[in-house]
């Protein structure tokens, strides 16, 4: 099992930026696929980046549109999501994810979940 932990969400004013830490632990944690999700009021997680263990691969939702970055730092056991240019619609409560399987967008098949930090982004 994976444990994470996520920190770093918090209110800012559209066109801002937020940087989101995911602290890991747990067995060989740096095998997994971690990925970061959102879960806006009434809506499906969806979701958000992904990287693959030492940050060969990254993927990234079609509603990001080059706006965040999905970064790792194995030495730190830490996934970090740079979000710049942040609009309304990026509201949600944020969480962090682990999975064995590459490539997979549904959450479903992620295993591990961290507790989930809020992002509020003003207009």
């Known amino acids: 099992q994976v444990h994470l932990v996520e920190s770093g969400g918090g209110q800012v004013q559209a066109g801002g930026s937020l940087r989101l830490s995911c602290a890991a632990s747990g067995r060989a944690w740096w095998h997994y696929i971690t990925a970061w999700f959102r879960q806006a009021p009434g809506k499906e997680r969806e979701f958000v980046a992904g990287?693959?263990?030492?940050?060969?691969?990254?993927s990234y939702g079609d509603s990001i549109m080059g706006r965040f970055l999905i970064s790792r730092d194995d030495a730190k056991n830490t996934v970090y999501l740079q979000m710049d240019n942040l609009k309304p619609e990026d509201t949600a409560v944020y969480y962090c994810?682990?999975?064995?399987?590459?490539?997979?967008?549904?959450?479903?098949?992620?295993?591990?979940w961290g507790q989930g930090t809020q992002v509020t982004v003003s207009s």
């Open positions: 994810a682990a999975s064995m399987k590459a490539g997979v967008v549904d959450p479903r098949e992620y295993d591990d």
């Open positions: 990287i693959t263990w030492r940050g060969e691969r990254t």
